[in-house]
């Protein structure tokens, strides 16, 4: 398994603003992911966060919206850009530790975003 | 768009009751996760199924997988009321590598 840590814990915005949220792993992971989930609904993928490369987007997701940095194997921050009350939700990162496509999955303990 | 479906969407039991969640979902995967949360915490990963397997368990969890029916199901005997939270099946596809894409989680209620 994998010990994930998230920052910040929650946050309430402003419409209009950016908020960089933090994703750190305890040990060296290839596979590292963000989701989002809006209130009451369940999780959706945004990005796969790649290192030394540029983030592959889902389908619905860009990069103007939610850049995402991933300057080593144990960290990663996704940024929700110009933010309005629709982008209220819980970020969540996640890393798969195994071999692609055969690896368990863990996830961070979230970051609850508001936005007024 | 969700790859899977699950059913109930909500369910209600008695502690000491078992509680038997479904997961549908729509093409071929790799393998089947499943998850809790509680209160809209973090994930916390309970199995993995892979698609050459049929039945796993894990403590108190019976996890089994149908591929011909594109099924899973989620069995957790003796509930307790620390078993309240929402369980989440998530699919790893064939094309996708790790990415996951679950479905619409379960509700469970476990009333002491």
């Known amino acids: 398994s994998a010990v994930i840590s998230q920052k910040p814990s929650r946050d309430i915005c402003q419409r209009g603003t950016s908020l960089t949220i933090q994703c750190q792993v305890d040990?060296?992971?290839?596979?590292m992911f963000w989701y989002r989930q809006q209130p009451g609904q369940s999780l959706t993928l945004i990005a796969t966060?790649?290192?030394?490369?540029?983030?592959?987007?889902e389908s619905g997701f860009v990069i103007d919206k939610f850049p995402i940095s991933r300057p080593n194997l144990t960290f990663s921050t996704l940024t929700v850009s110009n933010m309005s009350p629709e982008d209220s939700s819980i970020y969540l990162c996640?890393?798969?530790?195994?071999?692609?496509?055969?690896?368990?999955?863990?996830f961070g303990p979230g970051t609850r975003l508001t936005v007024l | 768009s969700q790859q899977g479906e699950e059913d109930p969407q909500a369910l209600s039991i008695q502690e000491g009751e078992n509680a038997t969640m479904n997961c549908s979902y729509k093409?071929?995967?790799?393998?089947l996760q499943w998850y809790r949360q509680n209160s809209g915490r973090g994930l916390v990963h309970l199995i993995l199924i892979r698609s050459n397997e049929r039945e796993k368990h894990s403590g108190r969890l019976r996890v089994t997988l149908d591929t011909s029916k594109k099924s899973s199901s989620l069995l957790i005997t003796a509930s307790r009321a620390a078993d309240t939270a929402s369980y989440f099946c998530?699919?790893?596809?064939?094309?996708?590598?790790?990415?996951?894409?679950f479905g619409e989680g379960t509700q469970l209620t476990v009333n002491p």
């Open positions: 093409t071929s995967i790799n393998n």
């Open positions: 998530a699919t790893s596809r064939g094309t996708s590598g790790s990415r996951l894409t």
């Open positions: 040990s060296q992971v290839t596979m």
């Open positions: 996640s890393v798969a530790p195994g071999l692609a496509g055969d690896s368990e999955q863990f």
């Open positions: 966060a790649n290192q030394g490369s540029e983030a592959t987007y």
